[in-house]
C-alpha cells in the first residue's frame, strides 16, 4: 500500500561501475532526496564504489552534498571527503558544523570576503574557488579569483599550504555545448595565478570531458555527477502504486472532497501516492516553446473541469486524475469498457525523481 521505487540491483550497479570507471576523477554529487533513492543509500553505494577502485580505476576520494545540513547524513555511511557544494557564508548552517566532522568537509567559497571570513574562523579550511558562469547564480569573476590569489600568496606565500584544492565551475544544464565557457574560465584560472590545476565541473559530457583533459594536459578534470550516474540507466528504476480501493461511478455521482460529479459511467480507482510523495506537484519547466506554453494553457483549462492526465499509467495508457491528488493519495477516473485494476495490484507511475519521496525503495 505505499509508493515503491524498485532497483534491478544487478543492472544498477553495472552502470554505476561503468560510469565511474568512464569518469576516474569522478566526484559522485548526493543532494535533496537523494535523486529520489535516499541520501542514506546514496552515501553507502558511494562508500561501496570506493571500495572498487581497483576495477574501476577511480579513488572516489570525496562526494559531493548540496549544502551543510546533509553533511551529517551521508557522513556515517560514506569514509572520504565531503565537499558541500552550497557556498560558504558567514551565517546560518555552515557556522553549526560538528566539529568531529569539519577536517573531512571541503568548502565551496564564492565571494572573496567569504574566503577572509572562513580562513580567520578556520584556519585549517579547505575549500575550492567557484567560479561565476553564464548561469550567474554564484561564483567569482576574473577579478576576483586575482584577488583571492593575492590574498593565498601574501598568507602563505605563494599558497601552498593554503587550503585551497581547486576551482569550480557549474555549467548551465542545456543541450549545447559549453566547451568554450569551459575553456575561457580554465584559461581565467591560469591568468589568476591561483596556486592550483584542479578544476571542478558540472553538466559536461564524457566526450567534452576528454576534449578539455586533452586540451589542458597539467589540469586534472573532475566531473561532479548525479543525474548522469544514480539516475543514467532508468530502466533499472520502477515506480509504482499500490490500488488501494475501487469504486463504480454513474454518470452524475458525486465523489472526491470537492464533491465533485463523475462525467460519464466507469470507476473512481483509489491508488497510493500524493501531494506528500510530491505527485501532482509541477515545477516550473525550462522549454520555452510555443508548444511547451499551449500544453501549459490546455492543462490549466482541463484542470478547471477535473480532467488532468495523472502519472499513473494502467496497461500501458495514462489516467486521468477524478481530482486533484491528496496527501497520500490519488482519485483515478476509468471509464467504461476500460480494464479496472484490481485493490492490492501495483500499477505504473512516471515520476520526476528529484521531485518524489517515495515510500519504500525495494532492490532486488
Sequence with gaps: ???????????????????????????????????????????????????????????????????YD?????????????LVMTPWRPFGAALELDERLAGRVVHTVSRPEDLAGLRARDPRARFVLEQLTSMRRHGMTRRDLAAAAHQLHDEHGGGHRSGLRGV??????????????????????VASGLPTRTVFVSHLTHAELAEL????PDFTVRPRIGTGLWLGDRGALRVSATVLDVHAVDRGDVFGYRGRTAPKSGHIVVVSGGTAHGIGLEAPTGDQSLKARAATLARGGLDAVGFVRSPFSIDGKQRLFAEPPH??????????????PRVGEDIDVRVRFTATDVDRV???
Design 1 to 67: 500500500m505505499s509508493l515503491t521505487l524498485t532497483v534491478d540491483g544487478e543492472r544498477w550497479r553495472s552502470h554505476l561501475l561503468a560510469t565511474v570507471a568512464k569518469a576516474p576523477g569522478i566526484v559522485p554529487v548526493a543532494k535533496g532526496n537523494g535523486y529520489g533513492l535516499t541520501l542514506a543509500r546514496l552515501a553507502r553505494r558511494a562508500q561501496w564504489l570506493a571500495e572498487h577502485a581497483d576495477s574501476t580505476g577511480a579513488p572516489l576520494d570525496l562526494l559531493a552534498v548540496g549544502t
Design 70 to 82: 546533509e553533511v551529517d547524513q551521508v557522513a556515517t555511511r560514506y569514509d572520504g571527503d565531503l
Design 168 to 189: 569550480a565551475m557549474h555549467l548551465p544544464l542545456n543541450t549545447s555545448s559549453h566547451l568554450g565557457e569551459a575553456r575561457r574560465l580554465i584559461n581565467d584560472v
Design 213 to 216: 583533459a586533452a586540451t589542458y
Design 327 to 340: 496527501m497520500q493519495a490519488s482519485m483515478l477516473f476509468v471509464p467504461s469498457g476500460a480494464r479496472v
Design 362 to 364: 525495494v532492490v532486488v
